[in-house]
């Protein structure tokens, strides 16, 4: 009786696993007949393609529009009395007052006394490039001469300002315009003037007034749940209580 039931178990498993192939088959050929009857999706029509490549072409037209502004220069456009602005490093600064100081000083031994020439800055000579859609100025040549009884002071104060900036550059350091102010109050009287001067430089120079390493004061805080780099320093604004941190005028870092 025992041989019986084990027979019988082996034959009930094995009519079990019959018909559960039985059964994958049929799932399996009722697949295959669902996915025959599935449509292959169509593709975009050629008004649809046509009209992408229309975007693609304008996009890439653009692209190089942008590409040659970038590369062309006032005078390859045919202009020559046009010049811009550009940063500068400190070192490209030092070079410039370093040439200029020189020449200053083989003007003055030829007899001819101390003159510096320097772009006109105003309103009158901003002339539009369009090709290039940006301003430049146009430039308008002017004197300071050492000579003129009305131009002494402009004159000393320009020469001061250069060893200033030139301390600056080969310390490799930045001081606020302020600063520059308190170095030689008694010539510059007033901060204006010594702005005014140092904006002047930075036209002589071709180059922006950071590029001189001068900056603004600064302005602001940062107070709260805040931290960040600022250069190689960790500033934790959550330790600094109520005064804060103050925001640098001089952010290039």
């Known amino acids: 009786g025992k041989e019986r039931t084990v027979r ?3 034959e009930t498993v094995g009519e079990a ?5 039985e059964e994958e088959t049929a799932r399996g050929e009722e697949a295959g007949r669902m996915s025959g009857k599935r449509k292959t999706p169509e ?3 050629a008004a649809e393609v046509e009209k992408c490549l229309v975007k ?11 590409s040659l502004k970038d590369a062309a220069t006032p005078t390859s456009l045919g202009y020559t009395n046009l010049f811009e602005v550009a940063d500068n490093s400190g070192d490209e600064v030092r070079a410039k007052v370093e040439r200029l100081a020189a020449s200053v000083i083989n003007t003055i031994m030829a007899g001819d006394g101390l003159a510096y020439s320097l772009p006109r800055a105003g309103g009158t000579n901003v002339k539009f490039v369009e090709e290039l859609d940006r301003n430049y100025l146009e430039y308008a040549e002017m004197q300071r001469q050492f000579a003129d009884a009305s131009q002494v002071k402009k004159t000393t104060m320009m020469t001061r300002l250069m060893q200033l900036v030139h301390e600056l550059t080969k310390r490799g350091i930045h001081s606020t315009k302020r600063d520059l102010f308190y170095a030689d109050v008694k010539l510059f009287e007033k901060q204006t003037m010594s702005d005014k001067i140092l904006e002047e430089l930075a036209l002589m120079f071709k180059c922006t007034r950071h590029s001189l390493q001068v900056t603004a004061s600064e302005k602001g805080l940062v107070v ?7 250069d190689t320093d960790f500033i934790d604004c959550t330790k600094m209580g109520r005064s804060g941190k103050n925001i640098p005028s001089y952010i290039d870092r």
């Open 43 to 45: 593709g975009p029509s």
């Open 224 to 230: 709260g749940k805040v931290q960040f780099n600022d």
């Open 8 to 10: 019988e178990a082996k």
């Open 17 to 21: 696993k019959r018909r559960l192939g």
């Open 56 to 66: 693609v072409r304008e996009l890439a037209s653009t692209l190089r529009a942008n």
